[in-house]
């Protein structure tokens, strides 16, 4: 079972693990991570744009990946996208396998492809001033080590 859903509106943690739980016993684990907008910097807002229909696409490509990668039983991706302001969620990833190994590792590589891969465009906002997200050197790098 995967699900990627690109949307603005909130997200439940909860609810998205609990949807992993297919209930026949065979899980073992589930890793999960939930990203949050964080003010650093006086950021005040952040909004975030895609391409509908490629954004996805690119998203599903990695995810066939870490299914190949991983036993992965379960695999849910959940990406906001609009105005986001600190202490929003922005990101869901979870896995569900019947090890904790694999699904901490496909939870991490998958989060690594899509803050380098997935085609998403920040924009940050402090005070007056709005700037574009540019890559990072130190995300690329997490990248190179599932090559």
């Not at 609810?15 to 992993?20: D, F, P, Q, T």
């Not at 090890?99 to 901490?104: D, I, K, L």
Request: proline fraction near 3%; aromatic fraction near 8%.
């Amino acid at each position: 079972m995967s699900e990627i859903r690109i949307q603005k509106e909130d997200f439940d943690p909860g609810a998205e693990i609990a949807a992993l739980e297919n209930g026949d016993g065979e899980a073992g684990a589930i890793a999960s991570f939930v990203g949050i907008v964080r003010g650093d910097g006086g950021l005040t807002s952040m909004t975030l744009d895609h391409y509908p229909g490629m954004c996805e696409s690119e998203i599903a490509v990695h995810a066939a990946e870490a299914r190949k990668r991983w036993p992965i039983l379960g695999l849910r991706i959940v990406h906001r996208i609009g105005r986001l302001v600190p202490g929003d969620r922005i990101v869901f990833v979870g896995v569900s396998s019947k090890h904790r190994q694999a699904a901490f590792q496909a939870a991490e590589f998958l989060m690594d492809y899509l803050k380098t891969r997935a085609p998403f465009w920040k924009l940050e906002r402090r005070g007056e001033s709005e700037t574009w997200v540019a890559a990072r050197s130190q995300d690329d790098e997490s990248v190179r080590r599932w090559r």
